[in-house]
């Protein structure tokens, strides 16, 4: 079996060292032990790093990406977390659109001064309401 360095591990991965060792900190990755002063691990860590990467990527905290993974390390994904993530990212992208689609608007209005543009107006009105995710919109 293979065993990379975290020197290694941190080449190959684009991942700096001193994140390989929190993320062990985390239960996250597992270290099979030490040559000289440098961890060691399997090469199977590769593949668990790209999981955490694409967790984070899509917006996980390292405590959920920690509950994908079974007591041995192997992956346990949760498909409704999965799920719920994936709306929440809709969510977002729905929002965000908005956001782009009125700033576009914004920056072509014809209109003499943007408070006079209609589209704007329901663009502040929006903002207001904290629908780009700014403030909370407050129960009626």
């Known amino acids: 079996m293979t065993h ?7 080449r190959q991965t684009g991942i700096p060292a001193s994140t390989l060792r929190y ?11 030490r ?10 860590v590769l593949q668990k790093l790209a999981l955490i990467g694409l967790g984070r990527a899509a917006g996980l905290s390292l405590d959920e990406i920690g509950s ?13 977390v999965l799920a719920a993530k994936a709306d929440q990212l809709d969510r977002a992208i729905r929002r965000l659109s908005a956001m782009r689609d009125g700033l576009r608007h914004a920056a072509a ?6 408070l006079r543009c209609p589209a704007f107006q329901r663009l502040l009105k929006a903002a207001a309401s904290g629908a780009f995710g700014g403030r909370r919109k407050r129960a009626a």
Request: some cysteine; hydrophobic content about 35%; proline content about 9%.
């Open 35 to 44: 040559r000289g002063l440098r961890r060691q691990y399997e090469a199977a």
């Open 68 to 80: 994908m993974f079974s007591p041995d390390g192997e992956p346990s994904i949760d498909r409704a």
């Open 4 to 10: 990379l360095d975290i020197a290694e591990v941190a």
């Open 109 to 114: 209005c014809p209109a003499p001064s943007h």
């Open 23 to 33: 993320y062990e900190e985390k239960g996250l990755i597992a270290s099979i032990g």
